[in-house]
Every structure is written in C-alpha cells, then in structure tokens.
C-alpha cells in the first residue's frame, strides 16, 4: 500500500514536488492552498483525483495523510508544520526551516512532543558532486580540514520581493551554501562575525552582499563571500569552493568536478604534489527526488533522514548568526537548539 500525503502550497516550487511523488508512487491524497483556483489547477495539470481545499485542517481530517509536504512561504512553514505534526503526521519541508529561530525551535519542540519526524530538504545534499566532495573529504585525501572558502556572486534581476527584503542574499540564499559547508566536512556552527552590506549601484533595497567569517567545530574556518548584484563573472549557483586539508587542497567551481593536490614528498620550498584520489560518487536521485526518497525510507524502515529538524537547525542559526552578527557589529555565537 502506497503512502498517502497532503501537498500545501500550490505556487511555483510545488512543479519540482509533484513529478517526484507521482513517480515513488505516493497518494497525494489533498492539495491545499489559499487560492483554490492554484490547487485545482495543480490536480488538473498532474491528473490527480485530490481532494483541493484552502483548509488544512479540512485535509488532514478528511484524507487521514501519513505525512504532509510544506511548500508554503517561510512566514507559514511554522504553523503548517505544527498542525501537521500534532495531527499525528509526518512532515518533509521547503527550505528554509522557518522565518525566525523561535519558530524553528517551536517546530523542533513540536517533533518531539509528536513523536514524528519533521525534516526539510535541502535539495542541493542530493546532488553527484556535491557527494563526491564530501566522500573525498570524508577519506582523509587531504588529511585534516583547516580551512573552507565560499564565494558566491551574480547579478541577479528577480524583480518582486526579493528586491524589497531586509537580507536578500543570507536569508534566500545563503541557506544553501552554509548548510554545504556542513554537509561536505561534517562540521558545526561555533560563532560569526559578519557584515551585509548593499554595494553602491544596486537595485536591491536592502543588504544584498556579505562577508561572513565562521568559526566551525575542531577550529576550522569558514569564509563566506556572496553578492546577488555581482554583474559579469558569475560563479554557479552553488558557489565556488577551496576547501584546505593540512596535506592538500580540494577545488570545487562553476560546478565543474571536484579536483585537488595533495603532498607527495617531504623537502623543498614549496613541497612536490599529485592530483588528488577523488572518491566519485553516484545519485541517481537528485534534489528534491533524493530528499523524497529518505522521508520514505524512512517512513519503511526508521533510517532518519540528514536533514531532519535536530540537524537542519544549526544550517539555519548560521543564516540569523550572520544576520545578527552584521546588525550587532560583532562575532556572535552561533546557537542551533539551545
């Protein structure tokens, strides 16, 4: 018997949602959003016999999910993912966790309290070279992390309300590369000193360029360099990466495959080097698939998924420990939980 969802959140991120769980074979049992109109034409477009409703709690009652798939604006994933998890369902949510820190550990609590899993998908996790890096890394090729570097520009004309936003560039984007930085060492948040800025000739409003400078665990460091009104020599959407071992260097860029040197002898000024041993990886179901695919697995067989709630939180301190360490003028310390 296949697993029964309810879909909320009709808008555009939902087209990269619905391909996945019709192909895994889910029964997307109600589509729920505050324009009906977009529900219907969601089930219309997908050939889905669901139950369209602008009312959650209508959905869940009705249909009886075993999980609900939050693809509502951050401001709503507090509130649509408590309801779920105290209706007794499971949840797997769009990033970023939630709007504030007091919501995501409000939605953490809720788990806890639920007995059911909450993760979020952080779709760029499921990716082949992103798991080539950190297998690579994870083999001990360059020996001990020291030091990881991130840059990130592009000029990038939305229009709409990113163009409004406060912190465009950590709050919408930055998500991603933080929770990277994490997945590809294995490392956590200790604390951040950062500053946001808004670059002359921007047509942004608010801060939409920073340098961040982390402190993570074992005392590694990582620099953060971002813009998203960088015109001409974009790097790719995912950043481009040095990452430093205490016996060599791995690169990841314009999303090219991961390369690197390591040493390979032990005199000279500058020691002799050979190519790096990548430890290539395969994933034959990438971003929003792969996160599916471990919410069901797990929903088989109690395999917690990486992105789950207790983890995911400390890739979304490090969005609001920036954010806070800019405003403040000074490092802060980064706190996922407590």
Known sequence: MSERCVVVGAGGISGAWFPPLKAEGVDIAA?????????????KQYELDSYTTTSLRRALHKTRPDFVVDLTVPEAHCKVTCQALRAGCHVI??????????????????????????????SRRWDAK???????????????????????????????????????LILDMAIHHF??????????????YAKEFNPVGSWYKGDVAAS?????????IFTYRGSWCAEGCH?????????IGDRGTLLYDHDQDPHGQVVAGTEGFNRPLRDAAIVTAEVPYTGMHGALRELLHYLRTGARPQTECHDNIKSLAMVFGAIESSRKGRRVEVKGQD
Not at 95 to 120: H, I, T
Not at 183 to 188: K, M, Q, R, S, V
């Open 31 to 43: 589509i729920v959003d505050l324009r009906l109109e977009a529900a219907v034409g969601r089930a």
């Open 212 to 220: 961040c400078i982390f402190e993570m665990s074992n005392g590694v």
């Open 179 to 192: 929770d990277l930085a994490r997945f590809f060492t294995g490392l956590d948040p200790v604390a951040v």
């Open 93 to 122: 949510g769009e990033k970023p966790m939630a709007a504030s820190m007091r919501e995501a550990r409000r939605m953490v609590k809720a788990a806890e309290e639920s007995g059911k899993l909450y993760m979020v998908s952080q």
């Open 130 to 168: 992103h798991e080539t890096l950190r297998r690579t890394i994870a083999s001990g090729e360059i020996g001990q992390v020291t030091t990881i570097n991130c840059d990130f520009y592009l000029g990038a004309h939305f229009g709409g309300f990113r163009d409004e936003m406060e912190s465009p």
């Open 235 to 243: 790097t790719s959407w995912n950043g481009d990466w040095r990452i």
